[in-house]
């Protein structure tokens, strides 16, 4: 990958080297304009977030389960979308723009085609087939496929690790526990755990099929393919637990699993979160509609009507395409993009980021107490989600972004005529974030040392990602916002702590591991504001070796780039294609610590100068951000109309100003 980007353009190009102040106002102000022009009558901004061709694929087969049929054209379009998005180098799908095949993917992708009326005999569906056996077949796929497969009838249950009902009512002190995995997890899993209990068929009312996607007979299938990260001894213990629970799992009591369903069902309705979804996330919404089926709930029930209609608002349908989402990051996108025209500057950039900030205002978590609260039961709520509304799953990493926003607004511009107070806000998600710290000092994204490693190695979590450990990038994002607010290491416990958290986890070359964006590019920019915002000195070795590092992996054309590649099982950088999101995490991460006159940070400006499109915006197809490292990855279309704006007018502000000193948390 390496020399494949060295061959884009030689360093030495004179046009790589320099730029204009000029030119950067100009590509500053065409880039305002446009993503001002975003903004809904409200004020906030929401942008699609794409993943791979996995989502839109389980939305045609979730759709065939229950004989319903999707909005006249749409399947055509899904259909459009996944043909295009068929890799021509090796014939499957890809997690990624132009990854490697991926076997789950590629087993849902040929599937929904299939389903849609595609002949397996076309060509597409040909080099679909082939390169799904030539890899084991639609057997090699993981867990999830798995599961869709048995409720198809595609292969046994035995094929499925065992996830008994009963789980519900394990008390809290048992290995495992809804409190001990992750949110997403949590939401995914309790309606499994009512479908594997009750086993139903698809209805299938087409009766397709993909047998001969397998090599050898779906019958014989019994044993799950095991996961790249799974380490002695748990794989055993765990498989030795999985085959107990096989043997006896028919006898289970009827009395004791009545009742655990009907706790899940419980458990379920009370977060179902309206038309925003159970979770707020695409999986645990199906799985939803398909629990409520199962134990009797008739298709006008109003819980199934709006579980239904929450899933039908994460598709997209464009002139000739469509996909679905698998959710939507208003909060996330509106407060970013406030950051960015904040930095731009102008009453009209500047009228814009307090609309959008009036509009996330109301959207604090203030009145809900949400799983998070297992662990941290004596604190106050007072976060924001991701989503337009997902109470019980509040986020640390939002609620910092939303807060740095606020106080950035009123610092700004002071309490001048129609700009409103945000300080009771702020207050309350500080307390709220404050309250949330990991004992090891650290901040993970919703809940508290949700850090049990062993469960990462249940059959069940053969993606490695069950757990919400505190990461580098989450708490970077909170050592800024406590920072941005006044507080230093000395006058705050809490700081401190996460700062040395931070320090701790710098790897060896110098960067940090970014766990929510792709990905130590990502972790450093993060790490190396909060730095700065927390005031360590710019001489120390930890930030000279992150800025050397990060001086060395820019590419030849002046940009930066990160493949996905780069979260192998021992993660380690791999060098990508430059994007203009990730190019702009580096130059903002270099001028975060004093190097605006770095000659890396002028020819980065310089790339992002030169690749601007003439609609202000970057084109970026590449995935720059991450759901779960090595299964799933994501797409955000705002962020190559945001970050590239904010790192350009940092550069504008700091050369204008001639100070080194950037006063933001971010």
């Known amino acids: 990958m390496r020399e494949a980007v060295k061959k884009i353009e030689a360093l030495q190009r004179p046009k790589t080297q320099e730029i204009s102040l000029d030119e950067v106002e100009r590509g500053v102000a065409s880039a305002t304009r446009a ?16 993943a791979d061709a996995t989502i839109p694929s389980e939305y045609i087969l979730f759709h065939q389960f229950r004989a319903t049929a999707p909005r006249d054209g749409l399947e055509a379009k899904i259909g459009n979308y ?37 002949d397996i005999e076309a060509p597409h569906m040909r080099r679909a087939r082939e390169a799904i056996l030539s890899r084991g077949g639609a057997a090699s796929a993981n867990v999830f496929t798995r599961f869709l497969l048995a409720l198809y009838g595609e292969v046994p249950w035995r094929a499925v690790p065992v996830m008994p009902v009963e789980v519900m009512l394990l008390p809290k002190w048992f290995p495992f526990h809804l409190d001990k995995v992750s949110y997403w997890a949590r939401c995914v899993m309790v309606p499994l755990f009512v479908l594997q209990a009750t086993k139903p068929r698809a209805r299938n009312p ?14 014989h299938v019994a044993d799950w393919p095991g996961s790249p990260h799974a380490t002695w001894p748990w794989t055993p213990i765990f498989g030795s637990v999985d085959r107990v629970l096989r043997k006896v799992e028919d006898r289970f009591p009827k009395a004791p699993r009545r009742r655990a369903m009907e706790k899940a069902r419980a458990w379920v309705s009370e977060r179902l979160n309206g038309e925003d979804g159970l979770g707020a996330i695409f999986p645990a919404m199906v799985n939803s509609v398909l629990m409520y089926e199962v134990m009797g709930y008739g298709p006008d029930h109003p819980q199934v009507r709006i ?66 609260a297992a662990a941290k039961p004596n604190v106050r709520p007072g976060g924001w989600a991701f989503q337009y509304a997902n109470a019980h799953y509040p986020d640390l990493d939002d609620t910092a972004v939303v807060v740095m926003a606020m106080d950035r607004a009123m610092k700004q511009h002071g309490l001048v005529a129609g700009m409103p107070d945000y300080k009771a806000a702020i207050a309350r998600a500080r307390e709220w974030v404050e309250g949330l710290q990991s004992k090891d000092g650290g901040w993970a994204a919703f809940d508290a040392d949700n850090n049990h490693m062993y469960l990462n190695h249940i059959p069940f979590s053969d993606h490695g990602a069950l757990l919400d450990p505190p990461t580098a990038d989450v708490t970077a994002r909170v050592v800024s916002m406590l920072s941005q607010l006044g507080e230093t290491r000395e006058s705050s416990k809490a700081l401190d702590r996460g700062v040395d958290y931070l320090l701790k986890e710098q790897e060896a070359d110098g960067s940090w591991y970014g766990r929510w964006g792709m990905n130590f590019i990502y972790g450093t920019w993060s790490v190396l504001c909060a730095l700065n915002a927390a005031g360590v000195d710019h001489a120390s070795p930890e930030i000279r070796k ?39 995490w580096a130059l903002l991460a270099l001028m975060a610590v004093g190097e605006n006159d ?69």
């Open 598 to 666: 770095n000659p890396a940070v002028t020819r980065g400006i310089n790339y992002l100068s030169r690749t601007q499109g003439a609609d202000g915006f970057w084109n970026e197809e590449r995935y720059t951000a991450t759901g779960f490292p090595r299964v799933f990855y994501l797409r955000y279309h705002g962020y190559p109309k945001f970050f590239p704006l904010w790192a350009m007018a940092r550069y504008r502000n700091l050369k204008r100003s001639n100070s080194r000193a950037v006063a933001h948390g971010m």
């Open 35 to 50: 993503l001002g022009a975003l903004a809904q009558a409200d004020g906030h901004i929401c942008f699609e977030l794409e």
């Open 307 to 372: 579980a239904c209609e929450a899933i039908e608002k994460l598709v997209v349908v464009k002139e000739h395409e469509a996909y679905v989402q698998p959710c939507v990051s208003p909060v996330w996108d509106t407060a970013l993009a406030g950051h960015a025209l904040l930095e731009a500057g102008g009453p009209d950039a500047e009228r814009k980021a307090r609309a959008g900030l009036d509009w996330l205002k109301p959207r604090q978590v203030l009145d809900i107490k949400g799983d998070w």
């Open 546 to 584: 992150s800025v050397a590092w990060l001086a060395s992996i820019q590419n030849p054309d002046g940009g930066w780039g990160e493949d996905a590649s780069s979260y192998k099982i021992n993660p380690a950088f791999e060098a990508g294609y430059s994007t203009a999101s990730q190019t702009a």
């Open 206 to 219: 087409r009766g397709i099929g993909i047998q001969e996607l397998f090599v050898k007979p779906p019958e």
């Open 82 to 118: 996944l043909r295009r998005t068929q890799s021509r180098q090796h014939g499957g799908w890809a997690l990624v723009h132009d990854g490697p095949f991926d076997i789950s993917a590629s087993v849902k992708a040929y599937f929904a085609l299939k389903m849609i009326g595609d």
